[in-house]
C-alpha cells in the first residue's frame, strides 16, 4: 500500500484472520499485561491459528529470550515456539553484527535476551568498558536494572565507541499500570553523554526487516497498543495494521493522531481479528459507521445514535482525521468520547 493520509479507518468486508496470512503480534498490552493475559487473547488468537493464520509475536522489549517469551505464552494458554518469536534484541544484534566484525566483544546494559541475541549473531558480550568492547548495545534491563550500569555505557562511549539501542519506548505496561520502559533508559544515557544511538526497534526499518526475514509474510497485519511504535512502524513498512484498545492507547490519543499513527483498523481487544471490519462512509457533514454518525463542527466533534461504542470511535476518528487533513486533530472530542466511554 502507498503512504497516503488515512482519514478513516479502512473496511474489511473478509474476517482479518483470513485477508491477512500472518499477524505480527506485539506483546505488552496485546497479548498480556504485566505476565497475564489480556481477556480474550488466547480464545481469538487460537481460532486465527486454526483458520490458518500465521502467528508471529514482535516485540521491542529486549529482556527476555525467545525461549522465555515462548514458555511464557504457552502457559498463558497460548502454544508458541521460540521461532515464533521475534525481538527488538535480536534486530539491534543484527544491525551490530553487519558494522563489526565477527567475534567482536559488545557492552551489554541489558537482559539476557540481548546475551543470546548477539551470541546468535557470532559476538562476545561482555560487562565492563575495560573490557575493550567495540560496541555498546542498550536494551530494556527490568526494574532491577542497577544504575551503575548507565555509568559503563557512558564510558565506553566516551571513549569513541558507537552506541547501539534496541529501542526507546518510553513507557512498558504492566498489572499496576505504565512503567518506565527503555526508552527512558537511553534518555539518561543520552543526557549523560550527549551521543545519539542508533535503534533498531519499532517503529524503525530494521525491527520491520527483522521480522519479514524470520516470518517470510507477504500479507502481513500489524497488530498492536502503540501508535509511536506499532503503527508507525506499519506505517514505515508500507503494510496494514489493526490498534487494539488494551494497551497504552486511548480514544483521545488515537483522534489525535497524525497521519503516520493512524491504524488501517481499530478495535477493542484481539477478537478483532476474527471478524470483518465495518465501513466508515460519508453521511451528509459527517460520516457514519454502526448506529452513529460523527461531525466535525465549530472545532468540536459532535456524536449522534446509539451502538457499539466501538463503532462509534471509527466514525469519530473520521470526522477528526478529516478535519485535521495531513496534521494532527485539535478538535475538542471530550463529550463524544465521555458518550462511549472510551
Known sequence: MSQTVRTRPEGSERALHEAYDTALLDLDGVVYAGGDAIAHAPQALAVARRSGMALAYVTNNALRTPDAVAGHLTELGIPTDAEDVITSAQAVARLISEQVPGGSRVLVIGGEGLRVALRERGLEPVDSADHEPVAVVQGYGGPELAWGRFAEACYAIARGVPWFASN??????GARGIAPGNGAAVEVVRIATGAEPQVAGKPLPPMHRETILRTGAERPLVVGDRLDTDIEGAFNGEVDSLLVLTGVTDGAQLLAAPPHH????????????????????????????GGWVATARDERLELEGDGEPIDGLRALCAAAWTAAGDGSCGLDGSKALARLGV
Open 168 to 173: 526507546t519506548d518510553l513507557t512498558i505496561p
Open 262 to 289: 493512524r491504524p488501517t483498523y481499530v478495535d477493542v481487544d484481539l477478537r478483532g481479528l476474527l471478524t470483518g471490519q465495518p465501513d466508515v462512509v460519508a453521511d451528509g457533514d459527517g460520516f457514519a459507521c
